[in-house]
Every structure is written in C-alpha cells, then in structure tokens.
C-alpha cells in the first residue's frame, strides 16, 4: 500500500500536535521493545499539510526523544484505513504511515505480527503512536519503512509498453516473494491471506521486494 504514489498535498498551514498524554490502559498492547512503544497524541487526525509529534523509547536504556513527521501526502486508502507517506524533520527520512480505526476494546492484530518480524522481504515497523479525534475516535499509526513501487504499478509499466517482464526480474522477483513467504509462515508463525501485486513493494533502485500489508494476516497455529 505504502508504494503506490498519487495523491496531493493538503490545502492550508500546518499544524503542529503534541503528544501530552500517556497511552490509555484500552489501547495497551502488553509488552514490546521500546523501538515500538506506542505514544498518544491527541487533536484533529492527522492528513497532508500536518506536523506529527511523537515520542520514541530510547534503545539501550537511553531516554526517549521526540521526532517529527510532516505528512506529505496520502498513498493508499480503503476499508482499513489510509496510508500517506511522511518525512521525518530530524533525519529527513521517508516513511509510510498507515492510520487504521483502533477498537478500544482489543488488540490490534496487525501491529503484533509486525512487531514479531525481521526479514529483508517483510516491509518493517519503525515504531506506532495512537491518535485521538474530536469526536473520541481512537487511530492506531503504524511508522513503516516507505518503499516507492509496487509490483502491480511495475507491471502496469510493461503492460502499458505491450512488453514483457524482464526474465532476470521476474525470477529475482519470484525469488524474493517466496523467501518472505517462508519466513513469515515459519518464525513468527504468520498466514498472510492478502498476498497480491498490490501488497508486494519494489525498491525500482535495487529490486528488493517486501511483502506489506498485514492487515487481513492471523498467527497460525498448530
């Protein structure tokens, strides 16, 4: 999801939010690194045009700071929820931030299989915060590493040449999507039920691959 470009920047100033409360005890999710500690922050919901703070835990127990994002503009939507791809201020870094409807009442499902991975062909968790609106409404936001193409845009680009892919592409393509796939149902133990060229990203400089989207994913179990 996070590949697809598109979109424009909001219209209007941005706007600063703070993070000045602790996350509630309903949105807890157990135990996790600090890299993935969730912080709350609380105001209008963030689209393009805005400035996103929040706070990281600090690895090796050194504090947490505050980092930035200015979201720049939305790169996916749908029945989850939408995705816009953002900037970090201090690092400059791009990031893809997907903001899905959090039920207070449970888990969110997603952000533990993602926290549970660490692959070259798994799309990456940097960190997530959650989000109030006016209206009491609960976002979870997932920080992930931004990946600039997916495998259906790249297709599209060939069908549209009325060429063919490349051999040597779709077999280090193919490749790499079975490995991830390997590792995803092997060590944390995950089925993935939404594994399409839309969920498959392309770094068009290095042709990695990653699988994303883990929202429709479940643990497997035995």
């Known amino acids: 999801m996070a590949a697809m470009p598109g979109g424009a920047h909001a219209a209007g100033a941005a706007d600063q939010m703070q ?18 500690a969730g912080s709350m922050i609380e105001g209008n919901d963030p689209v393009t045009g805005h400035i996103i703070s929040t706070t990281i835990g600090g690895k090796n127990g ?3 700071k505050t ?32 903001k899905v409807l959090q039920d207070k009442r449970y888990k969110n499902r997603e952000l533990q299989i993602m926290r549970s991975m660490d692959h070259c062909n798994a799309v990456s968790l940097k960190h997530c915060f959650f989000s109030t609106t006016s209206r009491d409404e609960l976002f979870l936001n ?25 051999l040597i592409y779709v077999k280090l393509y193919t490749y790499q999507i079975f490995r991830g796939l390997a590792y995803i149902h092997t060590v944390p133990g995950v089925c993935h039920r939404d594994v399409k060229p839309q969920n498959l990203l392309v ?7 990653k699988i994303c989207d883990f929202g429709s994913a479940k643990m497997l179990v035995s």
Do not use: W
């Open 203 to 209: 770094d068009p400089l290095t042709h990695q691959v």
């Open 62 to 64: 050194e504090p947490k």
């Open 67 to 98: 980092i930035s994002y200015m979201a720049e503009r939305v790169v996916g939507t749908g029945s989850f929820g939408i995705v816009f791809q953002a900037k970090c201020l201090e690092t400059g870094e791009t990031v893809a931030i997907k």
């Open 142 to 166: 997932l920080v992930m590493e931004f990946v600039p193409e997916s495998l259906h845009r790249v297709l599209k680009h060939y069908s549209n040449m009325n060429q063919r892919m490349p």
């Open 19 to 36: 993070v000045d409360q602790p996350l509630p005890a309903a949105a807890a999710h157990g135990p996790a690194d600090a890299k993935h």
